[in-house]
């Protein structure tokens, strides 16, 4: 008779409310270090089964909404606080362990609470600052107070951090020094990245042509202002015209510039596989950076669209200690540009009429998902103590 692993009987609870949702950043890294601690753990994962990436599809629903949020910010530590309420207020953990994925933070916050009761220890993986290290945090009073004071109960008691930037890194290793801290952001999902890679793509390089952008995501408040942006390409006359394509969901405001000097257009958020065709119909896809007070955070879709078959641009606030434009620094089919950058419309222009090589878009094996998520696996199980 074979012996067991000991390993194996050892259960891991994976709390991520957005597990199940392929269309978000956070769905699809669950997904992947499930995968991967599943070799040492039993997993009991935690998860929400509704879906967040799609766009809402009434003007009223998005208005009920907008107003229901504004109340709610000074009362809930986020919209899903209901969900992990039901979900943790009872909940008796019978695990050895515990990996809290966030955003949202709720889940963890609750989660986390019930684990240090049981006396169970945790690591926390979060892709944004929360409240005690996030300068620009929309929470209102009095809400932010017991936000903070439940950011601190679980940062005091954790084992581990994964984070995605190494500003989060220093700002919360100011406040707990001796946090082991991993910053890892997302890896990419390669998918039939070979045959579209080798498909040909358009080139534009002639003024009687249209520049087309496609942004792949959802555009938040944080982000730098996108009309300003289309604006400059437009005014520079170096294109016909200039054409804006957004996958996914945008929040109210975030398109409104920038009709003003481009054609936009919005569709559904689409999976990876059909991102990738569809940018063979585009010449450049565009990923907007956060603001300077923001930029604590970094766009995950930077990871994903190194797998895209054609050049790619990052619009960034212009700090020295931006996260994007370092973690972008070096990778391939790259343009970098501030968003104040005059000089954006020639540098842009000279980027996609270059002839790019498939082996030039190709994205760098160590970003890829499988080693990523190793990556994090090896972090999570050095940090948590060994199984008594």
Known sequence: MVDQDPRSARRLAVVSYLANDPLTPRGTRTKALLKALARDWEIELHASSAMHAAPHRRWAVRRARKVVARVTKRVILDPQEAWSARSFRSWRPEVDAALLIGWPMSPVAYAGSRLREAGIPYVVDVGDPWVLTNLGTTLLWPV??????????????????????????VALGSLYPDLPTLVRPNGYQDGSLASLARAPRRRTGHPDQALKLVHFGTLYGVLLDLGTVLARLADSGRWREVKFAQYGHAWPGALEGASLKATVTTHRPVPWEQAMAVGREHDVAVVIGTQRTHRMRMPSKAVQY???????????????????????????????????????????????????????????????????ADEVATFVNSALPAPR
């Open 144 to 169: 932010r107070s017991r936000a903070a004071g439940a950011e601190r109960a679980l940062w005091k008691s954790a084992s581990g951090a994964v984070l995605t930037t190494g500003l989060q890194a």
């Open 306 to 372: 190194l797998t895209l078959p054609i050049p790619r641009l990052a619009i960034t606030c212009g700090a020295k200690d931006d996260p994007l434009a370092g973690y972008l620094r070096g990778k391939p089919g790259w343009l970098c540009c501030a968003s104040n950058d005059p000089r954006l419309p020639e540098l842009l222009a000279a980027h996609v009429s270059r002839h790019w090589t498939a082996a030039e878009l190709a994205p760098p094996p160590g970003e890829s998902w499988p080693c990523v």
